[in-house]
Nanobody
Framework: QVRLVESGGGMVQAGGSLRLSCEASGSHFRFDTMGWYRQAPGKQRELVADITTRGSTDYADSVKGRFTISRNNAGNMVYLQMSSLKPEDTAVYYC?????????????????WGQGTEVTVSS
């Protein structure tokens, strides 16, 4: 079974910074693309940023230049450094991982989600 554990959320004033961390664990699984999504009250969940195993990144336009996603060499931890935070960044942030399980030429991709960590930015 795969487990994603997020940490680092909290309350911060506008202009401040926070760093989110997510640790993925699971026997016999490989972690492919990992990323962060967020869901604000009354809105749909949206991609914030993701990173492939090769380090390629993708960001939502709203966070470009303010947020940076990174990953450890082992590939099982993903981080989101958030700077210049705005009240509109307030949301529950979810860690996401595409996992691969299999052998030889047969692999199965399954997405997993963390339970979420709250980020509140006050004006």
């Amino acid at each position: 079974q795969v487990r994603l554990v997020e940490s680092g959320g909290g309350m911060v004033q506008a202009g401040g910074s926070l760093r989110l961390s997510c640790e993925a664990s699971g026997s016999h699984f490989r972690f492919d693309t990992m990323g962060w999504y967020r869901q604000a009250p009354g809105k749909q969940r949206e991609l914030v940023a993701d990173i492939t195993t090769r380090g390629s990144t993708d960001y939502a336009d709203s966070v470009k230049g303010r947020f940076t996603i990174s990953r450890n060499n082992a590939g099982n931890m993903v981080y989101l450094q958030m700077s210049s935070l705005k009240p509109e960044d307030t949301a529950v942030y979810y860690c996401h991982a595409d996992t691969l399980k299999g052998s030889g030429t047969t692999w199965f991709l399954t997405p997993y989600w963390g339970q979420g960590t709250e980020v509140t930015v006050s004006s």
